[in-house]
């Protein structure tokens, strides 16, 4: 069973920063947070994940809280391609549930 | 390609047939998972796959649908007298299995979109 808590739909404006939120308050330590997305019609596509530090590549910004109960995707500069639904997923590298994610929308 | 590979990508089928869906994962990828996904639903998770074992198979819905892996590479997911609402997208994903969590990416495949008349 998926053990995050994620809004189920995000509106943002082009160019903008988005911000998904993701709760996760019964992970357990050895458990990293991944995030996906899905682009309609499209397998998921493996975004970035973190342990507890926060972490950056060319695609996102992962920020966890110091107690690691929640964390934040940040795309800093949406466009209208990064419209899909984005799940984010604890694990410790063997088994990975998906919940029902955020549809995120970038309107113009 | 370097990809995942699924097929056939559309499979359309009478209730009461029985399918099968070709999954050809990364090559040297030891982990393989199934997931379906209904129509405006999130992901649900099916089978894990290391090498041609199963360890979890927790997520089959029921003793019609089996999967098989050979040679640590395809696999095959088969649904027995299909129902209407075995209708979904089923999707695989592999990924390489080192010993390091942090490498632990899944790359799925396009999907098999499957609809049972």
């Known amino acids: 069973d998926a053990k995050t808590t994620q809004p189920p739909s995000m509106d943002c404006a082009e160019g903008r920063a988005a911000n998904l939120p993701c709760n996760h308050s019964t992970i357990s330590g050895n458990e990293y947070v991944y995030w996906y997305r899905q682009i309609h019609s499209q397998g998921p596509q493996y975004i970035i994940h973190g342990l507890k530090n926060n972490e950056t590549n060319e695609m996102a910004s992962l920020i966890i809280t110091e107690d690691r109960k929640s964390s934040t995707l940040i795309l800093p500069h949406a466009t209208l391609r990064d419209t899909a639904v984005y799940y984010c997923i604890v694990s410790t590298g063997n088994q990975f549930y998906f919940g029902t994610g955020t549809s995120l929308t970038v309107i113009p | 390609g370097a990809g995942v590979s699924q097929s056939p990508s559309n499979k359309v089928t009478e209730k009461g047939k029985d399918v099968e869906l070709r999954c050809d994962p990364i090559s040297g990828h030891t982990a393989l998972y199934w997931y379906r996904q209904s129509l405006g639903q999130g992901l649900e998770f099916l089978i894990y796959?290391?090498?041609?074992?199963?360890?979890?198979k927790s997520g089959l819905p029921s003793d019609r649908f089996s999967a098989e892996r050979t040679g640590g590479s395809v696999s095959t997911l088969t649904i027995q007298r299909t129902q209407q609402e075995d209708s979904a997208v089923y999707l695989c994903?592999?990924?390489?299995?080192?010993?390091?969590?942090?490498?632990?990416?899944?790359?799925f495949g396009s999907g098999t979109q499957l609809s049972v008349l």
């Open positions: 796959f290391q090498g041609n074992s199963a360890p979890d």
């Open positions: 994903a592999s990924s390489p299995r080192t010993n390091y969590p942090e490498n632990e990416k899944l790359f």
